[in-house]
C-alpha cells in the first residue's frame, strides 16, 4: 500500500484525470450553505465526512483520501469537520438513503459521502456533498475522478476544490504545487536545492542538486517550466528547467551582467527580469520565442522584483529611486511608472494577485518585516502579518491564499514556509523536512 501511494513528479505533473457527472443529482436547494469570505469573524461551518466506501480493492485508499479531504477543508480555517465517533447514522452504501434528521441532531450543514474503487493500478474517486438542512446534493457537487493510484492524493484534492468552490464561490486551489528552495547545513553555509511539493507539504521532489545556490524559482502559467536564478557560474544568471525532463537553460548569457527575479508573462511567451551592468539595475524582458531583448525601465536606482498584471498591461516593480524600497506600476511596454506605496517603511518583492484586485508585498518598518496586501493603485493597504523576518509573497491559484518565507532571528534561526489568507486570518506554517524558503504557488494542476 505504502509503495503505491508514492507518487512520482512525472506522474503529478503530467497525470489526465477522467471526470464525470454522478447520475442525475438532485435540484439545488434554493438557499444552500454558503461561506462568505470577507473582514470579520468568521464561524467555521460545521461539515461531516464519513469515511469514504471502499466498493472494490481501495484498501487504505478510501480512509485516507477522506482524511485529505477533511484536512483541506478544515486547513482553510472556514470548515469544522465533526468527528466520526459523534455520527449519529453510519454511511455504509454510496448509493443508500441518508438519514438526513441524524446529521441534523449534530448540526451538521454539508454531508459529505464517497467511496472508492481500485482495479490494478487504476482508481476511481466519487463523492456527493449534501445540504443537510434541505436534504439536497449541492449543484454540481455529485462527480467522479479516475486516474492511477499514483495520484489519490490529485483526486482527494480536487474533490476538496469543488466542495470549496460550491459553499464560498470562490475558486479552489488544492490541487496545486508549490516549488521552493529546500535548504540544509549551517546558517552560514547553507545549502540550497529546487524542490516541489503538494500545497500542503507532501510529495516533495528535488528539481536540482545543492551544487550551487539556486534562489527565486517562479512556475509559468502552464506549470511546466521554471525560471529560477542560479549561482552555477559564480554569479547570478537566470536558468529555465523543464519541470518533465528537468532539463536547464541559462537564459541571456551576456559578459559582464548578472541576471534575477525573473518572472513570466501571464501567456508564458515573454520573461521580466533584472539585469544589472556597469553597476546599475534596470528591468528588462525577453522574448522566449525570438530571444529579443528590451529594456523596460532606466534609472540609476535599482529597479527590480517586477511582476505582471494578469491581463498582462502592466506590470509592478521594485525601485529605490527615491533613496528608501518603494511598489510602483508601469505598462508592459516600459516607462517611469507611478509610485503607489505610501506608507512609512521599505516596500519590496511586489506580486500581483491572479485576480487582479491586489497586489502582495513585503514591508520592512520599525525592526519588524511584513507580509500585505493593498489595491492596485495603492489604496486599502493592510498587513496580515509580523516577526523577526517574513518576506517574498506568492499566491494561491484562487488569489485569496498567499505563502511566503518566515526566518526566525540569532545565528541558529531557521526559514521555513507559512501561509494565511488575504484577511489575515489562518496563519500556519506549512510542514517541510528542514528549512525552507522562496515558495511559489503553481497554477490549478490540469
Do not use: C
Amino acid at each position: 500500500m505504502k509503495q503505491k501511494m508514492r507518487t512520482t513528479l512525472r506522474t503529478l505533473l503530467a497525470l489526465t484525470l477522467g471526470l464525470g457527472a454522478m447520475g442525475p443529482a438532485p435540484v439545488l436547494a434554493q438557499d444552500p450553505p454558503r461561506i462568505v469570505i470577507g473582514p470579520g469573524v468568521i464561524e467555521p461551518m460545521p461539515i461531516a465526512v464519513p469515511t469514504f466506501i471502499d466498493e472494490g480493492g481501495a484498501g487504505e485508499y478510501a480512509a485516507a483520501i477522506s482524511g485529505v479531504v477533511i484536512s483541506d477543508l478544515e486547513g482553510t480555517g472556514f470548515f469544522r469537520n465533526i468527528p466520526e465517533d459523534a455520527h449519529i447514522s453510519k454511511i455504509t452504501s454510496f448509493d443508500g438513503g441518508v438519514a438526513f434528521e441524524d446529521w441534523k441532531a449534530i448540526n451538521s450543514q454539508v454531508l459529505i459521502t464517497g467511496a472508492v474503487t481500485v482495479a490494478g493500478d487504476r482508481i476511481t474517486v466519487k463523492f456527493r456533498a449534501y445540504d443537510v438542512f434541505n436534504g439536497q446534493v449541492l449543484d454540481g457537487a455529485a462527480l467522479q475522478f479516475a486516474g492511477t493510484t499514483d495520484s489519490w492524493r490529485r483526486m482527494a484534492h480536487k474533490v476538496s476544490d469543488v466542495i470549496y468552490s460550491k459553499i464560498t464561490g470562490e475558486g479552489g486551489y488544492f490541487d496545486s504545487r508549490v516549488v521552493f528552495v529546500s535548504e540544509s547545513g549551517p546558517k552560514n553555509q547553507r545549502l540550497k536545492r529546487l524542490a516541489v511539493m503538494d500545497y500542503d507539504g507532501a510529495n516533495v521532489a528535488f528539481l536540482t542538486d545543492s551544487a550551487s545556490i539556486v534562489l527565486a524559482p517562479r512556475f509559468s502559467p502552464g506549470g511546466d517550466r521554471i525560471l529560477y536564478t542560479s549561482y552555477e557560474t559564480g554569479f547570478p544568471q537566470i536558468t529555465l528547467l523543464d519541470v518533465g525532463s528537468l532539463a536547464r537553460q541559462t537564459l541571456d548569457e551576456q559578459e559582464g551582467t548578472m541576471t534575477f527575479a525573473p518572472r513570466f508573462s501571464p501567456d508564458g511567451n515573454t520573461v521580466v527580469f533584472s539585469l544589472e551592468r556597469g553597476g546599475n539595475t534596470d528591468i528588462y524582458a525577453l522574448s522566449l520565442s525570438s530571444g529579443g531583448l528590451t529594456q523596460l525601465t532606466n534609472a540609476p536606482s535599482i529597479e527590480t522584483a517586477p511582476s505582471f498584471s494578469p491581463d498582462g498591461s502592466q506590470i509592478t516593480f521594485e525601485s529605490d529611486r527615491t533613496g528608501v524600497p518603494q511598489i510602483y506600476v508601469m505598462p508592459a511596454s516600459g516607462g517611469e511608472g507611478t509610485r503607489i506605496s505610501g506608507g512609512e517603511g521599505r516596500y519590496g518583492t511586489p506580486v500581483w494577485s491572479p485576480r487582479g484586485d491586489y497586489i502582495a508585498f513585503t514591508k520592512q518598518n520599525a525592526g519588524r518585516f511584513h507580509i500585505g496586501v493593498m489595491r492596485t493603485d495603492g489604496s486599502e493597504e493592510r498587513l496580515l502579518t509580523a516577526s523577526f523576518l517574513d518576506e517574498g509573497p506568492t499566491w494561491a491559484p484562487n488569489g485569496r491564499v498567499l505563502m511566503f518565507t518566515r526566518e526566525t532571528a540569532g545565528a541558529g534561526g531557521q526559514t521555513s514556509l507559512w501561509s494565511v489568507d488575504i484577511t489575515g486570518r489562518n496563519l500556519k506554517q506549512i510542514p517541510t523536512d528542514g528549512p525552507a524558503s522562496d515558495p511559489a504557488w503553481s497554477p490549478l494542476l490540469p
